[in-house]
C-alpha cells in the first residue's frame, strides 16, 4: 500500500477519533490524569491531520476528499475505529498502544513515499511527529 500525503490525513483523522473516543470513555482511580492525557493526544493527532490535508493540497491533489466518507476508503480496510465503551485506564492506554503503533507504521509507510518524491521538509517533519509519538506510545503510555 502506498500511503501518500491525502491517506496520511485519513489515518490521522482516524487515529484522532479513537483517541477521543477513549479520551471521554475512559474510568478509574486516576480518571482525572488519563482523561486529559488523552485529550492532549486527540489535539495532537487533530494537527497531525491538518498538516496531512494541508500538504496534500499543497503537493498531490486539488480538493481532499469528504473525510466522512473515510471508512469507505479502499486503504483503510484493516484499520477498525474503537467502539465506544466504558474502559478502565490500563485497558484504555492497552488500546492507545495498539492504535498508536498503527499509527507508526503509516508514519514509516509515508515517510517513504515523501523520501521517494524528494520531499525533505516534509520528511523533516514526519520524523518530528513520528518521534512524539514513539515517545508516547511506547514509553509513556505502559506507566497508567
Known sequence: MIMTLENMAGIAFLFRN?????????????????HEKFGEYYDKA???MDYFSEHAIMKEIDVMENFSDINEWE??????????????????????IDCGNDYLDALDMCREYCEDEGWNDIVSDIDSIRAYWAVEVEYKAPRY
Not at 477521543?20 to 488519563?34: D, P, Y
Not at 480496510?77 to 492507545?96: G, M, Q, V
Open 18 to 34: 479513537d483517541l477521543h473516543c477513549l479520551h471521554h470513555n475512559v474510568k478509574g482511580k486516576s480518571f482525572a490524569e488519563a
Open 46 to 48: 487533530l494537527e497531525n
Open 75 to 96: 486503504v483503510f480496510d484493516t484499520w477498525k475505529p474503537l467502539k465506544a465503551k466504558a474502559l478502565e485506564i490500563s485497558d484504555a492506554f492497552d488500546e492507545f
